[in-house]
Each structure stands twice: as structure tokens, then as C-alpha cells.
């Protein structure tokens, strides 16, 4: 199991919820402490400005994806947005190897609509054509016709399926993996109750030995990382620990 975590759960939420820390080093330096492999980078609207992502040398850490989280944004259905926002990550990601951009499509982001969703396929094609070396994986809450619209645009778009996410919507899990045989790129590991909001694993809605299970049928063997909720401010390394050795034990039952 390669299980790694969103970028910010190993500090204290000082400066901001999730985000990337001043003192993003640190977090390196203690995922083996957590009994884990990687970072998913993060960039918000708040550090898009700012953020060492696009300056600093990054290629002797361990780096598996960078989320654009400043994409969620109400105008993603704008093309010229997207682009003045996303081109300098996929600049940054090039020179750094690292070959997996996440596209979160929620909340304000949220392309459900159908004539937003078309107006944000356009962009899609533009970065997937530009960039073929990149990898673009939507985390999305849509039905399965809705996101197939958007992964069936080119080869080089994948999914991160957010397990708590999917929990909360409802999402039949079991035929929701198998109908993306092939095309999940990462599993964000989250415990949500059905409508509710992020609890701590096994305290929620989500069956992760099913998940496990599902994954496990589709031969999946790329990256699981953690987004769990978190716990007592301060704690965050025992907090994160804890999670990365419980749903590795769940996992482990599942085979």
C-alpha cells in the first residue's frame, strides 16, 4: 500500500486549514515517523502568490501529485481563468518531475452543471493537448456519465476518488470503481457520514474494507493518501500516525 498524505496534515492549522506550511521541510522529514511515502502539494488561492512550489528545486522529495486547489473557484467555466491559473503549476510540475496535477471540481468548482461541465471540457482539451507529459486527475462528486464525459477527453485524464466524498454523496462505491477500471490515479482516504461532513476513519459512513476491496478487483496498485479529518490541534503527527496505521490494518484484512 503506497500511502502518503495531503500536504499541511503534519502541522498545526495556524496558517490555514489546508495549505502549504511555512515550515513544509518538516512534513518530509517526519513521513516515515507516520509510517508514510509521499505528499500530495498543495496550492490555494492564499499561496498561489507565494507558494515555494515555483521556486524552489522539489525533485529530491517525495512528491506524487500537486493539487490545484485554486481552481475551485465559480469561474472555472471561464477558459482564460483556468489557464492563467493552472499554467504556472504545470510549469513548476515539469521542471520539478512531477507528472500528476489534481483538478478538484467541488464546491464552487463544481461542474454539474451541464453547460459549465462543456465550457470546462474545453480547457481540459487545451492543457491535455499542451502538456501530454502531465497527467490531469479530477476529484469530482458527479455521476459516473458526467465525470466519463471529462476522463474520455484524453488519455492523460485520470481520477482522485475521494472516498469520504462519495460516502457523503451516496455514491454506490463497488459499481462506481469498477465503472473507472483503469483510470483512478489516487485514492483520497477520508471518513464523511452520508451528507455529513469529515469524521475521524471508522467513526463514519465509509466502509474503507469494501473500497479496499473493490480497488483490489480492478487490480489498482497506485497511491492511496490520507485527508482525514483532523484531531487535536498540536497532535498531528500521533493524529496522522494513528490514521495511517488503522486503515492500513483495514486494508491488509481486505486482501
Known sequence: MKLGLIQGRLSKPDEGFQDTPSDWKREFSLLKKAGLDHVEWIITKESFTSNPFFNQDLKKYSIY??????????RISDKEYVVSMLTPICEAALKNNIRFITIPLLEDSDVSDDTVRESFKQS??????????????????????????????????YVTYDTGNMTS??????????????????????????????VPPSTGDTDFGLIFKALREIEYSKVFTLQTSREQSGDELDTITKHSKLLRSIYEESI
Open 124 to 157: 481540459l482539451i487545451y492543457f491535455s493537448s499542451k502538456y501530454p507529459s502531465l497527467n490531469f486527475s479530477l476529484e469530482a462528486e458527479l455521476s459516473r456519465e458526467k465525470l466519463e464525459e471529462l476522463i474520455n477527453v484524453s488519455d492523460n485524464i
Open 65 to 74: 501529485s500537486v493539487c490545484a486547489d485554486n481552481l475551485v473557484d465559480s
Open 169 to 198: 454523496c451516496g455514491f454506490n462505491h463497488e459499481i462506481y470503481i469498477k465503472s473507472l477500471s483503469g483510470k483512478i490515479s489516487n485514492v483520497h482516504l477520508k471518513d464523511r457520514k452520508t451528507n455529513g461532513q469529515s
